[in-house]
């Protein structure tokens, strides 16, 4: 090798190792602020090794670790579309799983439980998971508890074991919640009913108590040959109290669902002590 052969290489190995150690010191950087919870500043340079990062070396660290910086500042869009992009850099199945679970975790915290369900079930069923199957499990009752599905997640989690505390919670849960077709139909026969299930004691008395009234000058205007007044009452006054006890059983029902699920989803935010999306 000539003299000038071997400045030449001497250059490019030395361009090489330079680039080289300015990749990995940007990477650790990225590592330390994402470890002191800078999450902002972590994706600023993680961004910046993506665009040294020429043969893609990093590729998979570096938009995994992005994605997971976004989910931790809540910016659960743009953590999906880089958990993808974590999933297409992937090199091996390990990597793949870890970016697929992470989506759909994601995607529960997000509430697109649909979409969540579906990466889930993906993993459920390819071959190339089945040790992973309880981990899986345990994100798919996950999502029935995002879902409001709470007596599905009950069985997923008491049928597989998964944990005892959140099989017993979502048992309450879904013990507690109102029947909203029942609020409603239960209604139709009865008006007042719905609310009087709900433990809306007051609203349930005088929707019964108007109908009552509405319904009897109604019939009585009939009896007594005043058509166009039964008309008018039966259309405008106990027509409008029928339907509208109909409907205030029905959101009653809701509301309080709602608030069920608020309340034990809260209690899991603030005292749950297990692995949470």
């Known amino acids: 090798m000539s003299a000038r052969q071997f400045v030449v290489f001497t250059f490019f190995l030395s361009s090489i190792l330079s680039a080289q150690f300015h990749t990995n010191f940007i990477l650790l950087k990225a590592d330390s ?6 999450y902002f500043d972590a994706i600023t340079e ?10 893609n070396e990093f590729a998979f660290r570096s938009n995994l670790l992005i994605a997971k910086s976004y989910k931790e500042g809540a910016k659960f869009d743009e953590a999906i579309k ?12 390990d990597e793949y799983f870890t970016a697929k679970i992470l989506n759909a975790r994601t995607n529960i915290l997000r509430r697109t439980t ?9 993993l459920l069923n390819d071959s190339r998971f089945t040790s992973k199957i309880t981990e ?22 008491d049928k597989n074991n998964l944990d005892t505390t959140l099989a017993n919670l979502c048992k309450s849960a879904d013990d507690e919640m109102y029947s909203v077709d029942f609020a409603k139909y239960s209604s ?11 433990g809306e004691y007051i609203s349930g008395t005088l929707s019964l108590g108007w109908n009552i009234l509405f319904g009897y000058l109604t ?10 007044d039964a008309i008018i009452i ?4 106990w027509l409008r109290f029928y339907t509208g006890n109909i409907q205030n059983a029905e959101k009653f029902a809701v509301q309080k669902n709602l608030q069920i699920s608020n309340n034990t989803l809260e209690y899991l935010q603030s005292k749950f002590r297990g692995e949470v999306p």
């Open 234 to 237: 039966g259309n405008f006054l």
């Open 46 to 55: 993680l961004k910046r090794l993506n665009f040294f990062d020429k043969e």
């Open 33 to 38: 602020l994402f470890k002191e919870e800078n």
């Open 82 to 93: 880089y958990f993808v992009l974590a999933e297409l850099k992937a090199k091996n199945d």
């Open 136 to 157: 899986i499990k345990y994100w798919i009752g996950w999502n029935y508890i995002f879902s409001d599905e709470w007596g599905k997640a009950y069985e997923i989690f």
């Open 219 to 228: 019939i009585n205007a009939f009896v007594e040959d005043r058509i166009f």
């Open 114 to 122: 649909k979409q969540s369900g579906r990466i889930l079930n993906d």
């Open 188 to 198: 139709f026969i009865i008006p007042g009913f719905g609310q009087f299930y709900t």
